[in-house]
T-cell receptor, first 116, second 118 residues
Framework: AQKITQTQPGMFVQEKEAVTLDCTYD???????LFWYKQPSSGEMIFLIY??????QNATEGRYSLNFQKARKSANLVISASQLGDSAMYFC?????????????FGIGTKLQVIP | KAGVTQTPRYLIKTRGQQVTLSCSPI?????VSWYQQTPGQGLQFLFE???????NKGNFPGRFSGRQFSNSRSEMNVSTLELGDSALYLC?????????????????FGEGSWLTVV
């Protein structure tokens, strides 16, 4: 069954440092997409970055990059030069085909706190 | 372009009442999904609508229902509210939930509706 695992309930990082949030996934389907979302305390889920299973290059969006290691089934999010505003919950998600259309499964999230 | 809009943002209801939440997806998006988020259960999938038809459904009781209109706007309804229904309800939209897994089919969320049942 398709599953996302985020093993870090909470992380601390010093402002301006880089941080890696772990995400591993489980699927036997060769076609899937991986997402990362940021959820501040206000509740909105903000899309950060996307990686398709057939993408050759690791996705990057500004200070966010996705370290995609297909053989290890991992899709870690790297945030460079952390800012105080990066403090939030971060969710990894996977979109996959099921029964003729797509479904999405989410991890339980990692709470990131940026320390001044 | 405008993002996903959810209304109301905050509401308080009494046990036994019913509630309707609204979601307007991004213009051009036809797939709308609803999620319930609670501290203990994380993000739980409720249902997905595409072209006015419910296409996917999660494991929630029949008190939870939804619908989608011809303009892709969607509503979800919870009848006979229970204390455990207190949660953040998130709506997500995407262009098409069936075909491509390309980046253009990204899923975008609204700000959510915070429901408190007392």
């Amino acid at each position: 069954a398709q599953k996302i695992t985020q093993t870090q309930p909470g992380m601390f990082v010093q402002e301006k440092e880089a941080v890696t949030l772990d995400c591993t996934y489980d699927t036997s389907d060769p076609s899937y997409g991986l997402f990362w979302y940021k959820q501040p305390s206000s509740g909105e889920m903000i899309f950060l970055i996307y990686q398709g299973s057939y993408d050759q290059q690791n996705a990057t969006e500004g200070r966010y990059s996705l370290n995609f290691q297909k053989a290890r089934k991992s899709a870690n999010l790297v945030i460079s030069a952390s800012q105080l505003g990066d403090s939030a919950m971060y969710f990894c998600a996977m979109r996959f085909h099921s029964g003729g259309y797509q479904k999405v499964t989410f991890g339980i999230g990692t709470k990131l706190q940026v320390i001044p | 372009k405008a993002g996903v809009t959810q209304t109301p943002r905050y509401l308080i209801k009494t046990r036994g009442q019913q509630v309707t939440l609204s979601c307007s997806p991004i213009s051009g998006h036809r797939s709308v999904s609803w999620y319930q988020q609670t501290p203990g259960q994380g993000l739980q999938f409720l249902f997905e609508y595409f072209s006015e038809t419910q296409r996917n459904k999660g494991n929630f009781p029949g008190r939870f229902s939804g619908r989608q209109f011809s303009n892709s706007r969607s509503e979800m309804n919870v009848s006979t509210l229970e204390l455990g229904d207190s949660a953040l309800y998130l709506c997500a939209s995407s262009f098409d939930g069936t075909g491509s897994l390309l980046s253009g089919n990204t899923i975008y969320f609204g700000e959510g509706s915070w429901l408190t049942v007392v």
